[in-house]
């Protein structure tokens, strides 16, 4: 009754199914709230598909919406289709392409065949995504391979749209893909809250973004208080304010956030809601570059580069050059050359080799 939120949502399951109870959609509704409201994933995505089918509560798209959305962020695939199929179809969400496709690429990375199937038609008709038949004959290649049977016939006709680079490109993405193994997320409610905040932004509802992380971050939570700083570094749903993001950044980069370190950085490089201050620059960037952020590692470069808060290294600024360019920013790439242009071959080596070595820290 009070407890395990795991149980209560396979006790809902089971009473959803009449698996070793009789079946009974009002009771299930019932357990699987008691679940999702301890933020278990399941359970939110249980209880979506209620909602969107009126099965045990009153049917609602936008609290089916909501709910999926929940669990999608935490990185349930099924979830993460259902949504996207709600952003296509207009049910409780407007109708949005570039945000189904989103949602439908997240659940095809994780290997759920029919978002592959389906993100493949959005390539092929360039809806929510450029056209793109390469794009669009590997995932139904993936989505065939992963028992939906449709997609091969699809591809087939898709085939014909493709010349034979196109083809060689698609079949070297298919030996290549490999799936998004990243374990769901289990939070607690407040958490769950989090992800509900972090998908209104993604999505441009930035009144429920800012109510939900104005609630957590006065209560410590760091990653709200790093997107909270970030939308005032950018005035999404707020006037711009750089103090007000340099209040919030700074309580979340002293617990660690990477984010708000690299935006302590450049509010302390530009001077910006804070007093001009290269050496505290160096500090956050450092912090944030350490634990693989390549934004971070380009300007801590520029800094190495330029002897700005730091003793000037070229050796260094070459290595967290190489590390950022390693992820492909054309900007860190130009900066990359840039330096190795003014270093000897000697120095090249030696900033490889600390690079190779490097490890981010966690």
């Known amino acids: 009754q009070q407890g395990n939120a795991e149980s209560q949502s396979r006790l809902g399951a089971a009473y959803w199914a009449g698996e070793g109870v009789a079946q009974d959609s009002i009771e299930a509704a019932r357990w699987l709230q008691k679940a999702a409201e301890q933020g278990e994933i399941t359970a939110f995505m249980m209880l979506g598909r209620m909602h969107a089918d009126g099965e045990g509560v009153p049917q609602d798209y936008a609290v089916a919406a909501e709910l999926y959305s929940q669990s999608a962020g935490m990185g349930e695939p099924m979830s993460q289709y259902s949504l996207a199929l709600m952003y296509i179809e207009g049910q409780g969400v407007p109708v949005d392409s570039t945000i189904a496709v989103k949602w439908l690429r997240k659940s095809a990375e994780r290997g759920f065949a029919s978002a592959q199937r389906n993100l493949a038609l959005m390539y092929a008709d360039g809806d929510g995504a450029?056209?793109?038949?390469?794009?669009?004959?590997?995932?139904?290649?993936?989505a065939y391979k992963h028992g939906d049977s449709a997609a091969i016939t699809i591809r087939d006709h898709i085939v014909t749209r493709m010349d034979d680079a196109q083809l060689d490109e698609a079949e070297r993405l298919l030996r290549e893909w490999q799936p998004n193994q990243r374990a769901y997320l289990k939070v607690p409610r407040v958490k769950a809250n989090f992800f509900r905040g972090a998908n209104a932004l993604d999505t441009g509802d930035y009144d429920t973004a800012l109510r939900d992380f104005r609630l957590l971050a006065g209560r410590g939570d760091a990653d709200a208080q790093a997107l909270l700083g970030y939308m005032y570094i950018e005035g999404l749903g707020v006037a711009q304010n750089n103090s007000e993001a340099a209040k919030w950044s700074l309580e979340a980069a002293r617990q660690g956030n990477e984010l708000a370190q690299?935006?302590?950085?450049?509010?302390?490089?530009?001077?910006?809601?804070?007093?001009?201050?290269?050496?505290?620059?160096?500090?956050?960037?450092?912090?944030?570059?350490?634990?693989?952020?390549?934004?971070?590692?380009?300007?801590l470069s520029i800094l190495y580069a330029r002897g700005l808060g730091v003793a000037r290294?070229?050796?260094?600024?070459?290595?967290?050059?190489?590390?950022?360019?390693?992820?492909?920013?054309?900007?860190?790439?130009?900066?990359?050359?840039?330096?190795?242009?003014?270093?000897?071959?000697?120095?090249?080596?030696?900033?490889?080799?600390?690079?190779?070595?490097?490890?981010?820290?966690?």
């Open 262 to 299: 690299l935006n302590m950085g450049d509010l302390y490089a530009s001077g910006q809601g804070v007093e001009q201050d290269f050496s505290e620059a160096a500090h956050w960037l450092h912090l944030s570059a350490e634990q693989g952020i390549p934004p971070a590692q380009m300007r």
């Open 313 to 362: 290294n070229l050796v260094r600024a070459l290595m967290w050059a190489n590390l950022a360019a390693s992820h492909g920013d054309e900007v860190a790439v130009a900066n990359r050359d840039q330096i190795a242009e003014i270093v000897s071959p000697e120095q090249i080596a030696e900033a490889q080799r600390l690079a190779t070595e490097w490890k981010p820290r966690k």
């Open 130 to 142: 450029p056209q793109d038949f390469v794009e669009a004959h590997m995932w139904l290649s993936l």
